[in-house]
DNA sequence: CAAGTTTTGACAACCATTTTCGTTTTCGCC
DNA sequence: GGCGAAAACGAAAATGGTTGTCAAAACTTG
C-alpha cells in the first residue's frame, strides 16, 4: 500500500461518516497535503477493489466511501444531515432477500440496503 | 398532464424494467417523435414528483426510472441483464428499518432496498 | 549513478443532468 | 376564428462528478 493511498484511508477513517471523493480532497489539502484529486479517486477506487471501504450512492448520485469496522457484510444506519453513519446488521434482511431472489427463480442475487434518518443529536436543534 | 408527458409516460409503461432517461429518449426518437432530451429529463422528474414513476440509481450513478403497478410503498428484484423489475413487498423489512431507526435514536427514517439478480430466463443463456 | 518501473498530479475528456433562453404551443376569452 | 398571456418545448451551452492521458517525479534494482 502506497503512501497516498495510506493517507486517504486515514483521512477516512479520521471521518464518522460517510465521505465523498471531493469531501475528502478538500480534508487532505486543509491538512498540508500536496496529494492530487485524480490520485483521491484512484486510491478510493483501489481500497473499495480490496474491501477496505465501502462505497453507496447518495440520492444525487455522488459516490461516497467509508472505512468500517467490520469486514463482513453490512448496511448503514446515515444521518442525513451531519451524514454520521452507524454500522447495522440485519439477518432477518438478508434471508428475506435471498427468498424473494429464489421464489423469482433469480441467481446470483445480491442487495442493497441503506437506512436514513436524522440523528438524536441533530433532532434537537 | 401534457402530451409530452403523456409520451414518456407510455414509453415507460410499454417496457417491462427500468430505463435510463436517455434510454427513453433513444426509444421516442426511434419511434419518430421530435421530443427533445431536455423534456424527457423534465417529464421524468415531473412524473416521479407526482409519485406516478419510482426511481433509483445503478451502481454507476445513473437515474433508471420505471411505471410502477401499485402506489404503494415498494422495492424492485431487478434482473441485471435484462433489466426487467418486479414489485415486492415486505413488511418484514418496513418494520426492521424502523425499529433499527428508533433504536439509536434516528427521526424521520427511511430506507431503501433493491435486489438485484439474474432472472430465470436470463440464467439459461 | 543509470535504467527501468511505479506512482503521481495537472489537465483535458466524458457523460449524465441541469440551466438558459428564444421559439412554439396551449388555453381562456373576446 | 383571432389575440395575448402563460406554459411547454428543445437546441445549445453550462455544470459537476468522475475517468483518461501523459509527462514528470519517486522509488527500485543492478
Redesign the interface.
Known amino acids: 500500500m502506497s503512501t497516498r493511498r495510506e493517507a486517504v484511508h486515514q483521512a477516512l477513517t479520521a471521518s464518522s461518516g460517510f465521505r465523498s471523493a471531493q469531501d475528502l480532497y478538500a480534508d487532505l489539502r486543509a491538512d498540508g497535503s500536496k496529494i492530487g484529486l485524480t490520485t483521491v479517486y484512484r486510491a478510493l477506487q483501489a481500497l473499495s477493489d480490496s474491501g477496505d471501504v465501502d462505497v453507496l450512492?447518495t440520492?444525487e448520485?455522488?459516490?461516497v466511501y467509508r472505512a468500517c469496522d467490520t469486514e463482513n457484510h453490512h448496511h448503514h444506519?446515515v444521518?442525513?444531515v451531519c451524514s454520521t453513519a452507524?454500522e447495522?446488521e440485519?439477518p432477518?434482511?438478508e434471508r428475506?432477500?435471498a427468498e424473494?431472489?429464489a421464489q423469482?427463480?433469480?441467481?446470483?442475487?445480491?442487495?442493497?440496503?441503506?437506512?436514513?434518518?436524522?440523528?438524536?443529536e441533530c433532532?434537537k436543534g
Open positions: 450512492r440520492d448520485g455522488e459516490a444506519l444521518c442525513r452507524v447495522i440485519g432477518a434482511v428475506w432477500a424473494i431472489g423469482h427463480g433469480f441467481t446470483g442475487v445480491t442487495h442493497t440496503v441503506e437506512v436514513f434518518g436524522t440523528c438524536a433532532s
